[in-house]
């Protein structure tokens, strides 16, 4: 691996081999998702907690400040919205020279494996990182899967994770299934970092999958709306932060986030 793409990726993996993404870049197809309207101002509390930032280059430009940015992973996919007919049928929306131009420590595109855009989005993968690849940049594969959310079992997700892996992801961020998870990651060459997906019903189940995802051998997660659409979403954050830096179990995580969301809240009263 040469010296520039092992020191982007050193910026999102910490010196603990763990790592701690914050997508905000939900509004690629679905539009202003709810308390992401302004997200400038909802990341903002939470930046202190995560290792990097998932972002579109438009919300890049114009809501994330470039003093002391957290590390970006730039998304350059897309094409297709919640109002059309198939979220699959995804293109590549940014240059090389943009990715460059932005100082993106790495970049993230959607692949849809079993789609019927399938060698489309796979394709998509391998030119990214056929480009990427020339200047030291970094790819992380986004194992989509649409509306269809009942694809995600482990037999599934193995395939997706090895055919990413194979075409030159360097990371690949999947979703946790509690059935056989540990299979999906040790048929995956590369490390795997566990996707948010649907909000959960509340933060302990969070707390919970993302725990198991870890112990088997997730290195970490990317997780946007199970954090910033709670009601508490720094409580979240930290909770989180210390299940993934500072292998707190379930419990401790259930403490930290209780500690903190009275703090937040008696400050507020004040």
């Given at each position: 691996m040469d010296w520039g793409i092992k020191n982007r990726l050193s910026r999102l993996i910490?010196?603990?081999?763990?790592?701690?993404?914050?997508?905000?870049?939900?509004?690629?197809?679905q539009g202003p998702t709810s308390c992401l309207e302004k997200?400038?101002?909802?990341?903002?509390?939470?930046?202190?907690y995560c290792d990097a930032?998932?972002?579109?280059?438009?919300?890049?430009?114009?809501?994330?400040?470039?003093?002391?940015?957290?590390?970006?992973?730039?998304r350059v996919s897309g094409g297709t919205s919640m109002a059309g007919k198939d979220l699959a049928n995804e293109g590549l929306t940014t240059s090389i020279e943009?990715?460059?131009?932005?100082?993106?420590?790495?970049?993230?595109?959607?692949?849809?494996?079993?789609?019927?855009?399938?060698?489309?989005?796979?394709?998509?993968?391998?030119?990214?990182?056929?480009?990427?690849?020339?200047?030291?940049?970094?790819?992380?594969?986004?194992?989509?899967?649409?509306?269809?959310l009942e694809k995600r079992d482990a037999r599934y997700l193995a395939l997706s994770c090895r055919i990413a892996a194979e075409l030159g992801a360097r990371v690949v961020k999947t979703y946790w299934c509690e059935k056989d998870f540990a299979k999906v990651v040790k048929g995956c060459p590369v490390p795997v970092v566990i996707a948010g997906g649907p909000k959960c019903s509340s933060e302990v189940d969070v707390f919970k999958f993302v725990y198991d995802g870890i112990a088997k051998g997730a290195i970490g997660i990317n997780l946007g709306r199970n954090v910033w659409q709670s009601p508490h979403p720094v409580a979240v954050a930290a909770a989180l932060r210390a299940i993934?830096?500072?292998?707190?179990?379930?419990?401790?995580?259930?403490?930290?986030?209780?500690?903190?969301?009275?703090?937040k809240t008696a400050s507020s009263r004040g």
């Open positions: 910490q010196p603990d081999g763990r790592c701690f993404f914050m997508p905000i870049d939900h509004g690629y197809f997200p400038g101002e909802t990341v903002k509390p939470l930046l202190a930032l998932f972002v579109t280059r438009g919300v890049l430009r114009s809501v994330i400040d470039a003093a002391g940015a957290k590390p970006i992973i730039l943009e990715i460059i131009r932005l100082n993106a420590s790495a970049v993230g595109v959607s692949i849809f494996v079993g789609s019927e855009y399938e060698k489309q989005t796979l394709l998509n993968l391998a030119q990214l990182v056929n480009a990427c690849e020339d200047y030291g940049i970094p790819v992380m594969a986004v194992t989509a899967v649409g509306k269809e993934i830096h500072e292998n707190a179990n379930v419990k401790k995580a259930e403490k930290i986030f209780q500690e903190v969301k009275n703090k």
